[in-house]
């Protein structure tokens, strides 16, 4: 028997009883520094998710971004977002003083990345030059276990980090050759050289690790759990593809010879080219996954559940010559499948996963899915083609699954309600059972049929309680410019909201 034969039917589903939860990204919470963090507003937040009868809380990738001020394309799958490293809470461990830390002069309704990088680029200045002097015996051995236990990734990070300061944040690939190839003497140089650079970006990987490690502990103690995200990819500029070459599919320069992407579909004709090189899985599989792994358990101390993004690339993605003006040169290839969640449910004893299975779906994915009793995703936004057979209909539902309202890569409810015509409205008000819906109905609505539905999670995001419109979306796919940004003001939070929450919560036996 292969190992990719192996009986999986002990698999125990990861829902066990019917909940619901919020969708929020950290960078979305209120607070006076510009973004949010991971201090005292997402502890409040954590604190009005269990007033509200919510069990759980589901954010985007926490992974240090790059290109675009996306999560989904980190410059490490491992290196955590010093973003979002609480002022605050700096100032509670001493690390700082009151009259060290400024209030910069940012908007409070969105991030400005560059002025919220500059003031943390600072903040973490002082705490740098502050850290032998002020520090507690705590803080320095628990320091050095977290730089001994993390090794294996933050070595190769903090330079990458520093040598892509020093060039300014241009690709790697056009850094000098014996970087770009990683000729250890260069590499050995370059630490000697950059050597205070790299020990306090050390340092503020181990203040968002501590501070993300704590805020889990606070949710617990509050009896709520926290859901991340695991894009699927990499950044073609990221420590991860110049550390790793050999797990990809490069070519001779380090360069791609192939680029991920989809193929065209309702939305694209020409499909979809992202750019991020594709993984080696016959190069991983020899490694039993350890990189996978590695990357997984990361993020699970600081999470209890993974989404895992693009679930359908564990069976098949779709791979474009590097080069190619769009997609549709492109070619499914077969990715590890069974074998691959086999290894990781030996090595963590569970499969702590919910598979984001959207997009071109073929019956491979939803095998594989199932195979293992992975919670599948349900979208209502993307239930209204006419089709009875949708599997986004809440008639189609299974247990085992997960229901969103819409996902941060979706206009908000009311905003996509307001792009509908007349005519694409009327298979919403048939499954509603009204004559019509009004553009302010319509978010609750859906609320109500995500919660009242037979999927064992439900989940919302915050824009939609709230009723907000277009002007709070969080990302537009295909477009570049304005995504990542939106923030959540105090005052949006009303308390009637939370409250018919509740209600809601209580009366679905959520």
């Known amino acids: 028997m292969t190992v990719d034969d192996e009986i999986t039917d002990h698999a125990s589903p990861v829902l066990q009883k019917r909940g619901a939860g919020l969708l929020l990204h950290a960078t979305s919470l ?54 979002l490293i609480s002022p605050e809470d700096l100032l509670a461990v001493g690390l ?34 502050n850290f032998d002097p002020r520090a507690s015996e705590e803080l320095r051995q628990d320091f050095a276990r977290f730089s001994e236990q993390e090794q294996h990734w933050l070595e190769e990070y ?24 990683r000729e250890e003497a260069a590499l050995s140089e370059a630490r000697r050289q950059l050597t205070p650079e790299i020990e306090q970006i050390r340092l503020a990987q181990y203040l968002v690790y501590r501070q993300a490690e704590r805020l889990k502990e606070y949710a617990h103690e509050q009896g709520i759990q926290l859901i991340g995200d695991l894009p699927f990819f990499v950044s073609p500029d990221s420590c991860d593809a110049w550390a790793n070459p050999e797990l990809f599919l490069l070519d001779e320069q380090f360069r791609p010879k192939y680029v991920a992407g989809v193929p065209p579909d309702y939305f694209s004709a020409e499909g979809q080219l992202w750019g991020n090189p594709v ?25 209890d559940l993974i989404r895992l993004d693009h679930f359908r690339g564990f069976a098949a ?11 549709l040169a492109g070619e499914w290839v077969t990715g590890p499948g069974s074998d691959f969640f086999n290894a990781v449910q030996r090595e963590l004893g569970s499969l702590p996963f919910i598979a984001e299975d959207l997009g071109v779906i073929t019956d491979d994915v939803n095998e594989l899915r199932d195979r293992f009793q992975l919670p599948g995703t349900r979208v209502l936004q993307f239930a209204f083609d006419g089709d009875p057979a949708n599997p986004y209909l809440p008639q189609n539902f299974n247990q085992n699954s997960v229901v969103y309202t819409g996902t941060h890569d979706n206009n908000t409810t009311r905003g996509w309600f307001c792009s509908l015509s007349a005519e694409e409205r009327l298979p919403i008000y048939q499954l509603l059972q009204r004559a019509e819906v009004s553009e302010t109905e319509i978010a609750p609505l859906f609320l109500e049929q995500a919660w009242s539905s037979v999927a064992m999670l439900s989940i919302a995001p915050l824009q939609d309680l709230l009723n907000l ?25 009303s308390e009637s909201a939370f409250q018919s929450l509740q209600k809601l919560t209580t009366m679905e036996k959520r």
């Open 30 to 83: 209120p607070g006076p520094y510009g973004i949010g963090d991971l201090g005292a507003a997402a502890r409040d937040w954590i604190d009005l998710l269990a007033r509200s009868g919510q069990s759980w809380w589901q954010m985007l990738p926490l992974s240090a971004i790059g290109y675009g001020d996306s999560p989904y394309q980190p410059v490490s799958s491992f290196a955590g977002n010093w973003l």
């Open 96 to 129: 700082v003083h009151d009259n060290e830390l400024e209030v910069p002069d940012c908007s409070t309704d969105y991030v400005d990345y560059p002025a919220v990088r500059a003031f943390k680029q600072r903040l973490l200045q002082t705490v740098y030059a």
């Open 158 to 181: 903090t330079l990458f980090q520093a040598l892509s300061d020093r060039y300014q944040g241009a690709s790697y690939l056009t850094w000098p050759a014996e970087l770009v190839h």
């Open 279 to 303: 993984f080696d899985w016959e190069a991983l599989r020899e490694t039993r996954y350890q990189w996978n792994l590695n990357r997984i358990r990361a993020l699970l101390q600081h999470v």
């Open 317 to 327: 993605a779709w791979h474009v010559p590097a080069g190619a003006p769009n997609a």
């Open 469 to 493: 419109g277009e002007e709070a979306r969080m990302n537009t796919p295909g477009s570049c410019e304005g995504n990542w940004r939106w923030r959540c003001t105090t005052d949006l939070l």
